[in-house]
């Protein structure tokens, strides 16, 4: 029972940790310091890098994703330190991968917006950097051809997210454990649930596309990593 109860506070700071860390809306806050403008209320209303990017802001939007990045790996790193902890101490994979889950929903349901947060991409790149680094090289390899060839952000994003669970399939035997897996799909489920907008309009011809103007109304909420 002892044992029991140790696992279980432990996985409740990992929680409660990884959550208020991947919560901090940094493309809300550096938009606000540095321009005084509230980022949701410009473009497509997304905190994230692309929006900030879209909102004229280059340099604030490069910074936006770096630091979504980061407190995605952070808190990944966090959960496998918190996981030793304890006694007996839990699973490495198991406390990164509740640690990346509980960050990625932090930032796409910030308390401190009122649960109106990002789309989780820069987050999970983060994460999975961490956890499975060849696969997240891959996601961001296709990620970075398709935008390239397509200058859709949202594009991008889906296809690499999408490709992610057979990349680290292939490239980490230990994430064939289901708990671990079952992380990894629920995030890349989260992410493509958040572009259903953008799918839509990818399907029906509207979708923005980076250099091509000022994005019509029918194409405004477009959004990539965020």
């Not at 409740?12 to 990884?18: D, E, M, Q, R, T």
């Not at 407190?71 to 509740?98: C, D, M, Q, T, Y």
Request: hydrophobic share 55%; charged share 10%.
């Amino acid at each position: 029972m002892p044992f029991t109860f140790t696992i279980w506070l432990h996985s409740l700071v990992i929680v409660v940790a990884s959550y208020l860390l991947g919560s901090i809306p940094t493309g809300y806050l550096l938009v606000r310091f540095f321009r005084k403008q509230d980022i949701r209320s410009v473009g497509s209303g997304n905190i994230g890098a692309t929006n900030v990017i879209r909102s004229g802001a280059v340099g604030l939007g490069a910074a936006t994703f770096l630091l979504d990045f980061l407190k995605g790996a952070l808190a990944v790193f966090l959960g496998a330190w918190i996981s030793r902890l304890g006694f007996p101490p839990i699973p490495v994979h198991n406390a990164e991968g509740l640690a990346a889950l509980c960050a990625v929903l932090g930032h796409m349901f910030p308390i401190w917006l009122s649960l109106r947060g990002g789309k989780g991409v820069a987050t999970a790149l983060g994460v999975f950097a961490v956890m499975v680094p060849w696969a997240a090289l891959g996601s961001l390899v296709i990620f970075i051809v398709v935008l390239a060839l397509s200058r859709i952000v949202s594009l991008a994003s889906i296809l690499g997210a999408a490709a992610f669970p057979v990349l680290a399939w292939f490239t980490a035997p230990w994430s064939h454990n289901y708990l671990p897996m079952a992380v990894i799909v629920i995030i890349v489920s989260l992410i493509l649930i958040k572009h259903a907008q953008n799918i839509q309009r990818l399907l029906t011809g509207k979708e923005y596309r980076f250099g091509s103007g000022k994005p019509s109304p029918a194409a405004n909420g477009a959004d990539g990593p965020a």
